[in-house]
Every structure is written in structure tokens, then in C-alpha cells.
């Protein structure tokens, strides 16, 4: 069964610190992978894609990693701020046509306090 | 931000009313969706389409319908609410994306979401 868990489900950190998000999948075939953020009440807006082939991407303060041979990833947070308080869900796309279908986690929902 | 809207924000009703949420993009796109989503949980896909006239079912059954009469608009009616239909409902359009090595992909812009409470 294709899945994807993440970890934590949540986690308060302070303003200034760094913070890093998980993400394992057992989706297969594998296409690509997304980092989205969702803000409360509002939808996701994506931060970050990679491929099969790509180990690393990075958006500002955050970094995205794979890891396509144990189907991991991670989203690492540098220099936190209060806006980065939001629900952070990773997405994985089989196939890599644009009938592919997305699997979503249930998102780690961050707090960053003052 | 993308340019896709959705209304009501917000919406409370008693059980039986009839609904329809909007979805409304201003990109463009052919492809267009809509998700469930409860708190603490995953979006599950209820319905999409690929262009006007074409709506299908999703992975998570769903009592709501859809239509795709115009490219910009996708409307879900609920003919009759109960409160188990409360939740957040995601509208999401999508574009070509490429992979590179001729590979292309979707990448989904999501609406800001309608909170619906059935009472």
C-alpha cells in the first residue's frame, strides 16, 4: 500500500532555532517529492520538488533532502521566525506523467514561539 | 500567490440545505481539483477534472458533485448537507511541469480552502 507518514506530528520550537521535519514513503513507482506549507485556514503552497536524481533542494531557510534508496526525506528549517508557525506536508507523485496521482502525509505541524 | 479563489470562506448550515462551493482560477489551467481535508489529516481527492466537461471521481467516495461547464470555475453542490460532511474543502488547479529528460509532472495550486460546518 503507498503511504506516507511523517514525523513528528508536532513540534514547538523557539524563534532562531533550526528544526528538522521527516518524511518516509513507500510509494512506488517514484517520481517526485514536495514540500509544502500550509498556513491554519488557508491551502498548501509548495515549497520545494525533487527527483529520483536529486539529493537536495533549497527555498531560502529551507532544504530539502532525499534520499531515494531508503524513501526518506527531510525539511530542514534554518533561523526559524513566528511565520513559519503552519502545517508542513509532504507529497510524493508516482509515475511521472501527468496522470499521476499524489500522495499526501498528514503534515507536522509546527510552532514557533517568541 | 496563485490566482485561485474560493467562496464562501466560511460557511455554517443546518442539515438538508442544499450547498455549492466556488472555485474560480484565473491561470488558465485545464486540470482542476478538489480535496477534503479534517484537521490533523491528509487531503483525500474527491473529484477532479482534466478540461470542461470532464469531471471524475476521486480516491475518497464523496456525496458531492461537481461541474466543469468553464475552464475557470468548478463548483461542488451538496444537494443535501449532513454533518458528516463537515470539513475543509481544498479547490486546486495544476500546470505542466518539467522533470527534465522529458519527463513533466503537475505542480497543484491550492485555494485558501472552505471551512464548511453542518449542524
Known amino acids: 500500500k503507498n503511504q506516507v507518514e511523517q514525523s513528528p506530528q508536532s513540534l514547538i520550537i523557539l524563534e532562531g532555532k533550526n528544526c528538522t521535519l521527516q518524511c518516509n514513503y513507500t510509494v512506488s513507482p517514484f517520481s517526485n517529492l514536495r514540500w509544502y506549507k500550509q498556513d491554519t485556514g488557508r491551502g498548501p503552497v509548495s515549497l520545494t520538488i525533487?527527483?529520483?536524481?536529486?539529493n537536495t533542494k533549497s527555498n531560502g531557510r529551507y532544504t530539502a533532502t532525499l534520499d531515494a534508496d531508503t524513501k526518506q526525506s527531510s525539511l530542514h528549517i534554518t533561523a526559524s521566525q513566528l511565520s513559519d508557525s503552519a502545517s508542513y506536508i509532504c507529497v510524493v507523485s508516482d509515475r511521472g506523467s501527468t496522470l499521476g496521482r499524489l500522495y499526501f502525509g498528514r503534515g507536522t505541524q509546527l510552532t514557533v514561539w517568541p | 500567490e496563485a490566482d485561485i479563489y474560493q467562496t464562501p470562506r466560511y460557511l455554517v448550515i443546518g442539515t438538508g440545505k442544499k450547498i455549492t462551493l466556488e472555485c474560480s482560477q484565473t491561470m488558465g489551467h485545464d486540470k482542476m481539483y478538489w480535496y477534503q481535508q479534517d484537521p490533523g489529516m491528509e487531503l483525500h481527492l474527491i473529484h477532479y477534472?482534466?478540461?470542461?466537461?470532464?469531471?471524475e471521481k476521486g480516491d475518497l467516495s464523496s456525496e458531492s458533485t461537481v461541474s466543469r461547464i468553464r475552464t475557470e470555475h468548478f463548483p461542488l453542490t451538496l444537494e443535501s448537507a449532513r454533518p458528516s460532511h463537515t470539513s475543509q474543502y481544498l479547490c486546486?488547479?495544476?500546470?505542466?511541469?518539467?522533470?527534465?529528460?522529458?519527463?513533466?509532472?503537475?505542480?497543484?495550486?491550492f485555494g485558501p480552502g472552505t471551512r464548511l460546518t453542518v449542524l
Open positions: 525533487m527527483t529520483f536524481s536529486e
Open positions: 486546486a488547479s495544476s500546470e505542466n511541469l518539467s522533470l527534465g529528460q522529458q519527463r513533466t509532472t503537475d505542480t497543484q495550486y
Open positions: 477534472s482534466y478540461g470542461v466537461n470532464s469531471t
